[in-house]
């Protein structure tokens, strides 16, 4: 058997920037275990596998150890195969996820993505949290998936040097940590130890919880977001209430042939 994949940077405007993201599209799912070894094979933090369904598609993503129940830039990743390579011409691009319905519509060189927005809840900081991370946040929450540590400046974040096995044993899949911008609206890094890779390079579905929480901040719909990773990538963001809006460029660093 063979099947195409495709290697995208997304929230990249050239490669070797954004996150990447394994593409893997199928006439029918194969087994669990097989997109499983797949995605081990890949070794990207996410390998998407999208099937058609007459006017949308069954998207599923997966880490090189388990299913992820969203990710948001292997979503975008997915719809710039679509429409770069498999001829995909109408506006919007629905997904049928484990999240529910995702929608992505492209917007000259940008790809929007329509997502859930999640509340989060202040929760004490705690000794545990500030030893995680090697230093202390002015505030933290929890939210529907990931823990959120907030910091004062932008210098602290890049400062950061966490100790990955520690932050493995915190509460929530993700720890978020963020703070104002200097030249964005806010600033952020995602840590994801139980992934195998101790920084997400940019992180689409933490901002499901970033866009809210700065935009009830700041007082203002509209966001400019920067993931401070060392790969680095820009989103656009917009709030919209019980949604959110994330955009960003995409490229393909690769595509071929998978061998079974």
């Known amino acids: 058997m ?3 994949i495709y290697q995208v940077d997304a929230f990249a405007s050239e490669v070797f920037s954004g996150n990447p993201a394994a ?3 199928l006439f029918e799912w194969l087994s669990d275990d097989l997109m499983q070894n797949i995605a081990a094979e890949c070794g990207l933090a996410e390998t998407a596998f999208f099937v058609r369904r007459g006017e949308y598609f069954d998207l599923r993503w997966f880490t090189p150890d388990y299913e992820m129940d969203l990710c948001g830039h292997a979503t975008l990743a997915s719809a710039h ?3 770069e390579f498999l001829e995909y011409a109408d506006p919007v691009v629905v997904f049928e996820t484990k999240s ?3 929608f992505v519509d492209r917007e000259g060189e940008l790809y929007s993505m329509d997502f859930p927005a999640w509340t989060v809840r202040e929760i004490q900081v705690t000794e545990r949290v500030t030893k995680a991370l090697g230093a202390k946040p ?3 929450f929890m939210g529907e998936r990931d823990m959120m540590a907030v910091f004062d400046t ?3 974040i890049a400062a950061l040097k ?3 096995r520690l932050v493995s044993k915190l509460d929530g899949l993700c720890m978020i940590c963020t703070a104002p911008g200097l030249d964005h609206d806010f600033v952020s890094r995602t840590f994801v130890s139980i992934t195998g890779l101790p920084e997400d390079p940019v992180t689409g579905s933490a901002h499901c919880t970033l866009v809210p929480f700065w935009a009830a901040r700041l007082g203002k719909s509209r966001l ?3 993931q401070a990773s060392r790969r680095g990538g820009v989103l656009i963001c917009e709030n919209l209430g019980d949604r959110v809006k994330i955009a960003g460029p995409a490229v393909t660093f690769m595509k071929g042939t998978i061998l079974l």
């Open 2 to 4: 063979e099947l195409d």
């Open 23 to 25: 593409v893997v599209p």
């Open 81 to 83: 195969v679509l429409y």
């Open 100 to 102: 529910g319905r995702l």
């Open 138 to 140: 002015s505030e933290l």
């Open 154 to 156: 932008q210098e602290q």
């Open 162 to 164: 966490p100790d990955h």
């Open 224 to 226: 400019m977001a920067y």
